[in-house]
């Protein structure tokens, strides 16, 4: 069982996951893609109709280890989907929807445990700890804004997917489908819709298509709560930074429909976002990825 009323650990929610697979196991079924630095598993679930060839989209929360409203984000999408799965539309039952709700699962219980503000995960690197994931994808890896040093918030780490998190991503991406389609990363905080690159301020050729995918995205999200989400290129509406999993998405693994969608809130709780949000929040995310999942569908 799940409550949306507070954040649960990696336990509860790792639990959440085979409960829902063993309950729905028509249409849900549970992946270890590989484990962390200090071994905890890496825990997919698998939302599909189980046909074969389907298109797939790949959604994850929790890859900064202090955004916790991802890891609770993504744990009440799965909820909704697979208690309501019959209702869902055409589109969305047609498509094989993967969820990692914790990917950075030794940093997530850091958080809990230690130091709630931790970002990165918990690698050794000698006179400091962590490399920070979301630099250390293998698109672009080691440009702009990816730290050299250690000890830095940002660091990209000692070479592409040189952490066993990314690594088993990667795997797990490349080794599962051909037909992937969309990609979903979740962080927060500070409510955007972010689209490649975030590496350098340019855009792909059809970044026409992704912005007004995410502009209607944006206009689902306003519509369910009245938050506004802003839509960009990820370098120029935010900054640039290289090694990011959307780039690596769009870049190497080529699913058209890549966002990072930074969640609540503008900053007055900033990553401290009270559980009282988490519904509400979750309720937006949801609806923009059902926007996403349509256009996915159609591509
Ligand atoms: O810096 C990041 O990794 C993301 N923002 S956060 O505050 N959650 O850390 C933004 C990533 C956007 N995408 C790329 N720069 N590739
Ligand atoms: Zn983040």
Same mark, same amino acid.
């Given at each position: 069982?799940?409550?949306?009323?507070?954040?649960?650990?990696?336990?509860?929610?790792?639990?959440?996951?085979?409960?829902?697979?063993?309950?729905?196991?028509?249409?849900?079924?549970?992946?270890?893609?590989?484990?962390?630095?200090?071994?905890?598993?890496?825990?997919?679930?698998?939302?599909?109709?189980?046909?074969?060839?389907?298109?797939?989209?790949?959604? %994850?929360?929790?890859?900064?280890?202090?955004?916790?409203?991802?890891?609770?984000?993504?744990?009440?999408?799965?909820?909704? !989907?697979?208690?309501?799965?019959?209702?869902?539309?055409?589109?969305?039952?047609?498509?094989?929807?993967?969820?990692?709700?914790?990917?950075?699962?030794?940093?997530?219980?850091?958080?809990?445990?230690? %130091?709630?503000?931790?970002?990165?995960?918990?690698?050794?690197?000698?006179?400091?700890?962590?490399?920070?994931?979301?630099?250390?994808?293998?698109?672009?890896?080691?440009?702009?804004?990816?730290?050299?040093?250690?000890?830095?918030?940002?660091?990209?780490?000692?070479?592409?997917?040189?952490?066993?998190?990314?690594?088993?991503?990667?795997?797990?991406?490349?080794?599962?489908?051909?037909?992937?389609?969309?990609?979903?990363?979740?962080?927060?905080?500070?409510?955007?819709?972010?689209?490649?690159?975030?590496?350098?301020?340019?855009?792909?050729? %059809?970044?026409?298509?992704?912005?007004?995918?995410?502009?209607?995205?944006?206009?689902? !999200?306003?519509?369910?709560?009245?938050?506004?989400?802003?839509?960009?290129?990820?370098?120029?509406?935010?900054?640039?930074?290289?090694?990011?999993? %959307?780039?690596?998405?769009?870049?190497?693994?080529? !699913?058209?429909?890549?966002?990072?969608?930074?969640?609540?809130?503008?900053?007055?709780?900033?990553?401290?976002?009270?559980?009282?949000?988490?519904?509400?929040?979750?309720?937006?995310?949801?609806?923009?990825?059902?926007?996403?999942?349509?256009?996915?569908?159609?591509?």
């Amino acid at each position: 069982r799940m409550t949306f009323d507070s954040y649960h650990r990696l336990s509860d929610i790792h639990g959440f996951l085979d409960y829902l697979a063993k309950t729905y196991s028509t249409y849900c079924k549970v992946y270890v893609i590989g484990s962390s630095v200090q071994g905890r598993p890496l825990k997919v679930l698998r939302i599909s109709n189980g046909n074969s060839g389907n298109k797939a989209v790949w959604v %994850d929360g929790g890859m900064h280890a202090r955004e916790w409203i991802t890891p609770a984000t993504v744990s009440y999408i799965i909820h909704h !989907m697979a208690h309501n799965y019959d209702s869902e539309s055409h589109a969305i039952r047609s498509l094989d929807w993967y969820f990692l709700p914790v990917a950075n699962p030794d940093g997530y219980e850091y958080a809990h445990t230690t %130091d709630r503000l931790w970002r990165k995960n918990r690698a050794r690197g000698g006179y400091c700890t962590g490399t920070d994931l979301n630099r250390n994808y293998g698109y672009q890896w080691g440009g702009a804004g990816g730290g050299k040093n250690p000890c830095q918030e940002t660091y990209a780490g000692t070479g592409p997917f040189s952490e066993p998190e990314t690594a088993a991503i990667r795997d797990f991406l490349q080794r599962t489908s051909q037909q992937w389609r969309a990609s979903i990363s979740y962080h927060s905080y500070g409510q955007y819709i972010l689209y490649p690159w975030g590496y350098d301020r340019k855009v792909p050729p %059809d970044w026409s298509d992704l912005q007004k995918v995410g502009e209607e995205a944006a206009r689902a !999200m306003r519509q369910t709560t009245g938050q506004y989400y802003r839509v960009g290129g990820a370098a120029n509406t935010l900054y640039p930074a290289s090694g990011g999993s %959307d780039d690596w998405a769009k870049g190497t693994m080529k !699913m058209k429909y890549t966002y990072t969608i930074e969640l609540r809130d503008n900053g007055r709780y900033g990553f401290v976002l009270p559980a009282s949000y988490i519904v509400p929040t979750a309720k937006e995310a949801l609806a923009a990825l059902r926007v996403i999942g349509e256009a996915a569908a159609a591509s």
